[in-house]
């Protein structure tokens, strides 16, 4: 057993919390991104492309994130791209964070009354005007809470990109608790650090959400 003090276990955890926030800020971005297509996609007046959204979102909120790693880290070398932990476990999370946020925002965009739809269509407005114009500027201040709030759901994800090999704070506690054989200690700084940048996410979230709400 190696003898490591006890900063030398938090300074070995925050680094490899670095990687555990780019992660996150890669799937959250980059999920944004691809969930504001499916959102498109799921509200078009195009049937293909309401199914093709659909299935897309019920598949991945119908199976565990676990399951779509491993899929993504072997599935990738069959189609030519060279699989590492760190291009799994983006594209993972990514994907993941798409069809929850397209969710998310769908709720948004159907909570604004249906009359705003009706006006926008007798300007002869066309659909992709009628999101731009109307409907996503008032969606937009009902889904900042909640996706505010769903960035600590994707913060706490990237644990679970530790079992394909990537070296975040949980697979970093993982490999210090078998050179310490001290798991108590080493996985209780772990939790402070996820809560540590849980936390201030969470109390975002509220925040937004009564000053929004006070505001409309």
């Excluded at 030398?8 to 955890?13: R, T, V």
């Amino acid at each position: 057993m190696l003898n490591f003090t006890l900063w030398d276990i938090l300074s070995n955890l925050l680094l490899a919390a670095r990687w555990t926030v780019l992660l996150s800020l890669i799937a959250f971005v980059s999920g944004g991104v691809a969930g504001l297509l499916l959102l498109v996609a799921r509200v078009s007046p195009v049937p293909p492309l309401r199914i093709a959204a659909k299935l897309f979102i019920e598949i991945f909120q119908g199976t565990p994130l676990l399951m779509q790693l491993f899929i993504v880290f072997f599935a990738l070398p069959l189609i030519g791209i060279e699989t590492t932990a760190w291009t799994a476990a983006a594209v993972g999370l990514t994907l993941f964070t798409a069809a929850y946020l397209a969710e998310i925002w769908r709720g948004c965009v159907e909570a604004v009354p249906k009359g705003q739809w009706e006006a926008s269509a007798s300007l002869a407005l066309t659909f992709g005007e009628q999101m731009r114009h109307v409907i996503l500027p008032q969606a937009l201040r009902i889904a900042v809470p909640p996706t505010v709030g769903f960035s600590v759901q994707v913060v706490k994800g990237t644990a679970v990109t530790s079992i394909i090999g990537f070296v975040e704070v949980t697979k970093a506690g993982t490999m210090i608790t078998n050179a310490t054989f001290q798991p108590f200690l080493v996985y209780g700084l772990v939790g402070l650090i996820y809560f540590a940048l849980c936390y201030p996410l969470s109390l975002s979230a509220k925040a937004l959400e009564r000053k929004l709400n006070v505001a409309r």
